[in-house]
C-alpha cells in the first residue's frame, strides 16, 4: 500500500464524497480506489476484438431489407 498527500480540487472533492456514499465506503481512499478500477475497466480493457470489427463492417456493407411499417412486418411474418 502506498500513502500519498495529494491536492484536489473541490469539484474532484465533491465527486469522491458522492463515491464514498454511493458504495458506502469508509474513506476517500477507498473511493479513489474505485474511481481507478472503474477507469482501468472503461479505458485499459479492449472493448472490441478485432475480428467483431470486421465483421461488423462487412454488416455494414450489405444492402438494407425494407420490410415496410409494422403492421407490414407483422403480416410478413405472421404475428398478428
Given amino acids: 500500500m502506498v500513502k500519498a498527500i495529494v491536492t484536489i480540487t473541490d469539484d474532484t472533492n465533491r ?13 476517500k481512499s477507498e473511493a479513489i480506489d474505485v474511481m481507478a478500477k472503474e477507469y482501468e475497466e472503461l479505458v485499459f480493457e479492449p472493448k472490441v476484438k478485432p475480428s467483431y470489427l470486421r465483421k461488423l463492417k462487412k454488416i455494414q456493407k450489405e444492402p438494407l431489407v425494407n420490410i415496410g411499417t409494422l403492421n407490414d412486418f407483422r403480416k410478413k411474418y405472421n404475428l398478428d
Fill in 15 to 27: 465527486v469522491l464524497n458522492i463515491i464514498k456514499a454511493e458504495y458506502d465506503l469508509k474513506d
